[in-house]
């Protein structure tokens, strides 16, 4: 089964037509997890906001659907800790954060130039020996799985000479990484350095580094290449740690060790919502009906003004509200278009809005506010495709990949999988698990315990075509990446979701063309905007921005990306 998830079911509300503007408290306009958000934020002010999401469905890239029997995510599975906007969140909403389980996730990675060079690599099922012992009959083209770093942030050791390291970069790349420590703090972290990550690793530890865990790691995780990103966006504060304490190594140290204090998921870096990230949404949307206030799917805001006012003869002057047309919403040309307005419209009047939509809808709305240049360049993202499966599969009951892989970038051809990422679900999140065998274990179609596995394939990577993917690809890398052969009678259910262009790389020059518009937003009374096209990549970061936004309408201190409250301050590595 196969579907572009952007539309869907869902509800709307026609407001009056024509006549007075219909007064609101408060609204939001967009529904995914920055709208959701903001929102929250609002109603726990005491505001009855009205949140409208132009598509049929909220949450975004966090978004849930049944697949043989078992509810699982779709798009966004977890998040990096960063403060504790999202966690108080979670907390607040009764629900708890919880780590991965299996073991940890590995690293699928070509041979290295110095190959002889380089041991402790995890060898097992799927896995493949050095290039020149590889067999000409090897599918794996002689790339092997490593265990992710015990010690690392994004690819980048604490420790470049630990075994792990050696292990993945060779001894000369760790040798090489090691002389970060000999380098002045402020090399590649002056204002005039390059603001790429790319650069500033390559700066500080190297190319081995760069090449062989940051790349991939990167690429999987923001569907970018590092050269492409801001390092102050992807890692904030780590390059400022690093002129503080001297060392890119150090400054990643007390990253970790910022994280681990806080316990959150046993310390783990990327967590989740225990039962499904997609519990995080829909308990927000409750949240906030439950409050008083209202979400409204397949609705639009198509314009937004200054409210005016009579101010004597022939003038007009603001009221300090704006204005903004709604109207009901109906799919666009392609399921990736924005949606076009598809009925009638009536106007509200509000002193709040947060404009927490895509990039298109949030400038084409901005061009009615005083002062705002919207001619901002947004970089076009690479198209996703994400093939979830659930197969009897009995030979994957040891976990052969932990909870999963990244595949590191390759020239076209020259990977043996066209796979960027494998997740092993039902491994990974224990409730998964444990619904598929409460469906299909022993007592189900006869199958025997832990025969019944789920697996995530993620496609599509900068530069590429939009993937193409059926089921006989997805079984082919997951025999190659697992060691274990699945035939097509032997899955149970299958789904084929695709975003396109929904992630842009924050690149550094599109970073300040953002700051620029924030700048120029600010000063505007009861507006704000937010979302991931300009508080930047992660959940946990574009949850903070949305906050933080909305919670500058209200008159309360500004939730900081820290959970805190008060003025923000720029976000140290956490």
Known sequence: MSEQLTDGGGTMSPGPAGGPAEPLEALVVGGGIAGLAAAWELARAGLRPLLVEARGYTGGLVAGADIGGVRMDLGAEGFVVRGDAITQMVDALGLRVVGPSGGGARLFLPPPPDAADCDGAAAGPGTAQAASDAPPTDPARGWRAHRFLR????????????????????????????????????????????????????????????????RPIVAGIHTADPADLAADTVAPGLREATARLGSLQAAVGELLGRRRARRRGGGAADVTVEGGLFRLTDALREAIETAGGRVLTRTGAQWLQPATRTAGPGGTDSTGAWEVGIAPTARGKTPSDEPVAAGEQWVVRTPRVVLACSAGAALRLLAGAPGVETQVPVPVGSPIARFTLVAHAPGLADAPVGSGLLVAPAAPGRAPVKAKALSHLSVKWPWIGEQLRQLHGPGAAGAPADAVHALRLSYGRPGEPRPQVELADALADVEVLTGVRLREQDVLDSKLVRWDGTLPPVTPAYRERTRRLESQVEPLEGLAVTGAWVAGTGIAAVVAHAREQAAGLTGRPRVTADGTCGHREPEGPA
Do not use: Q, Y
């Not at 000479?161 to 002056?190: I, N, P, S």
């Open 151 to 214: 010690d690392g942030f994004l690819g980048i050791p604490a420790d470049p000479l630990a075994e792990d390291v050696v292990a993945v970069v060779g001894r000369a790349g760790a040798l090489r990484a090691a002389r970060d420590a000999e380098l002045d703090g402020t090399v590649g972290t002056r204002p005039e350095d390059p603001a790429d990550l790319a650069a500033f690793v390559r700066t500080r530890m190297g190319e081995a580094v760069l090449e062989r865990l940051v």
